[in-house]
C-alpha cells in the first residue's frame, strides 16, 4: 500500500496541464464494443479506472495495444458477449457501459453489478428503464445483471425520472446500431455525454441533440473504427483551480475547455479569485480575502457535484459562513470528518454542509474516502503549513493522472510512500 505526504505551505506556480477526461474516456473505451472494428484512442489519462476498462476489453477477446503513454489502439473484433470479468467490473462504477455495448451488439448482455466510489445509494433502475425501452428483459440475480432481447435492439422513446449521465449514456450506446429511431428525453447534458456521442458519430452513428435534453439516435446496421481524442477532464482542471486559490497561488491551467469550467470559475470570483479564461486555458490568481458563498451542486450545466469536496476547502478556508448543498448525490459529505481532523468547522444536515470559515487548517494524518474527497484531502494539506499523510490513496488514482507528479511540478512538496504491510513485517520478524 502507499499514501501520499505532503509539507504544505507553499503556494502553487507556474502551469499544469489538464489529461483526458476520466468520465469520458471510459465510456468511450467500453462503447468500443459496439464498433467490431479498429479504433485508435488519443488523450487518454493515465489513471486505474482507464486501466480497468482496457483490462476488461482485453478480458473479453479485444486486441489492446498501447501506441504511446496517452494513446491505444483497440480492435473489438473478437470480442466474446458476456465475458466481462467479475472481479474487473466490481471495481468501477462505469463498468456497466458494458451492458449498453453489449446489448447494442449483441441483442444481450450479462455483467456483474459495478463497483466505484460508495458515497450512498446511486441504483441503476433507469439504466434498466432505458434497456426495457428499447425491448430488452432485464433480470437481475446473484449480484449479475442479465439482458435480453428476442431480435435485437429496437428503438424506443425514453423519459427518465431524474437528470443520469450513466443511464443516457447506456441508452445511446445500446440504441446506436438499434432497428428504427430512439429519443431520449430529460437527458443529461454534461460534456462526457457530448464526448460519447461524438465518437460514435465518428464512427458512423447517427446521434443529434446531445448536450441538449432531447437526444435523438437512428440506429445503423454497422459502426466502423475512427481515430479519437478524448475532452480535457474538467473536474481534474477545477481541482487544480481550487488548489490554486487555497494555497494562495498563481497557476495556468492548460488544455482545458473554459466554458466547461464556467459554473466552478463564477463560485471562484463569487469569493475574490481571480479567474482569467483563455482559448485553451484558465490562469487563477489569488484572493486578497476569500468571501463566504452558497454553493448548490445541480447537474450540468450547474456546479459539478465532482467539484464539491474539494470546493469545501476552500470554504473552510473563507471569511464567515457558508452554505454547501448537495443536490445530487446522498452520502456525498463522508469526507467532513477528515477535514474536521484538521480543525474545519462543518456541520453536516443532510444534504447541506455549512461550514464556518477558520484562520488556517492543521495537519492531521487523514483517508481519502473516495476519489473527489481525496482530492480535497490533498488540496487541504497542500494550504496547511506542516506535514499530512493521507491513506487509502488509490481512490485518487482512480481519475487523477500523475497527481503527484504534476503538483510537484507546481512547487507542491508532495511524494508518495509505501507504507509497509503490518502482516508481512510480523511475519519476516
Not at 41 to 49: A, C, K, R, T, W
Not at 97 to 121: K, N, Q
Not at 407 to 416: F, H, Q, S
Request: with cysteine.
Amino acid at each position: 500500500m502507499e499514501k501520499i505526504v505532503i509539507n504544505g505551505g507553499k503556494p502553487l506556480m507556474g502551469a499544469v496541464e489538464i489529461s483526458g477526461m476520466k468520465n469520458a474516456a471510459v465510456a468511450v473505451i467500453l462503447s468500443s464494443i459496439l464498433i467490431e472494428d479498429r479504433c485508435v484512442l488519443e488523450n487518454l489519462p493515465n489513471i486505474s479506472d482507464v486501466t480497468i476498462s482496457l483490462d476488461i476489453l482485453r478480458a473479453m477477446g479485444a486486441s489492446v495495444r498501447r501506441l504511446n503513454p496517452t494513446t491505444v489502439e483497440i480492435d473489438t473484433t473478437a470480442i466474446m458477449g458476456g465475458s466481462a470479468p467479475y472481479d474487473l467490473v466490481r471495481k468501477m462504477r462505469a463498468s456497466y457501459y458494458v451492458l449498453g455495448a453489449e446489448l447494442g451488439r449483441f441483442g444481450r448482455a450479462s455483467a456483474g453489478f459495478p463497483g466505484g466510489c460508495d458515497f450512498g445509494v446511486r441504483p441503476i433502475d433507469q439504466h434498466i428503464k432505458g434497456f426495457e425501452a428499447l425491448g430488452a428483459e432485464v433480470t437481475v440475480d446473484n449480484g449479475c445483471i442479465e439482458c435480453r432481447t428476442e431480435n435485437g435492439v429496437r428503438g424506443g422513446q425514453i423519459y427518465f425520472d431524474n437528470n443520469t449521465v450513466g443511464a443516457t449514456i447506456n441508452v445511446i450506446i445500446a440504441a446506436a446500431r438499434a432497428k428504427g429511431t430512439t429519443i431520449i428525453e430529460n437527458a443529461a447534458r454534461e460534456p462526457h455525454v457530448v464526448d460519447l456521442a461524438n465518437f460514435l458519430n465518428a464512427c458512423g452513428a447517427k446521434i443529434s441533440g446531445a448536450g441538449t435534453d432531447v437526444i435523438k439516435v437512428k440506429g445503423v446496421e454497422r459502426l466502423h473504427g475512427c481515430t479519437y481524442a478524448i475532452i480535457p477532464d474538467m473536474i481534474e482542471a477545477a481541482t487544480f483551480m481550487i488548489a490554486a486559490a487555497a494555497t494562495h497561488g498563481t497557476l495556468r491551467i492548460n488544455n482545458v475547455i473554459p466554458k466547461h469550467l464556467e459554473s466552478i470559475s463564477a463560485k471562484m470570483e463569487e469569493m475574490g479569485i481571480r479567474v482569467e479564461e483563455l482559448d485553451e486555458a484558465v490562469i487563477v490568481s489569488p484572493a486578497e480575502v476569500l468571501h463566504r458563498v452558497n454553493i448548490r451542486t445541480l447537474p450540468y450545466p450547474g456546479f459539478p457535484t465532482d467539484a464539491q469536496p474539494q470546493m469545501c476547502v476552500l470554504l473552510c478556508l473563507a471569511h464567515g459562513v457558508s452554505t454547501l448543498y448537495e443536490g445530487v448525490w446522498d452520502g456525498r459529505f463522508r469526507y467532513v470528518e477528515e477535514l474536521k481532523r484538521m480543525g474545519a468547522k462543518i456541520k453536516v444536515d443532510g444534504k447541506t454542509a455549512i461550514v464556518e470559515g477558520v484562520e488556517a487548517l492543521t495537519p492531521a494524518p487523514v483517508r481519502a474516502v473516495d476519489l473527489r474527497a481525496g482530492a480535497a484531502m490533498v488540496i487541504a494539506a497542500l494550504a496547511t503549513s506542516g506535514r499530512t499523510e493521507i491513506e487509502e490513496i488509490q481512490h485518487i488514482e482512480r481519475g487523477y493522472d500523475d497527481i503527484v507528479g504534476k503538483l510537484r511540478g507546481v512547487g507542491a512538496d508532495i511524494r508518495k510512500i509505501n507504507i509497509p504491510d503490518p502482516y508481512l513485517y510480523e511475519k519476516a520478524n
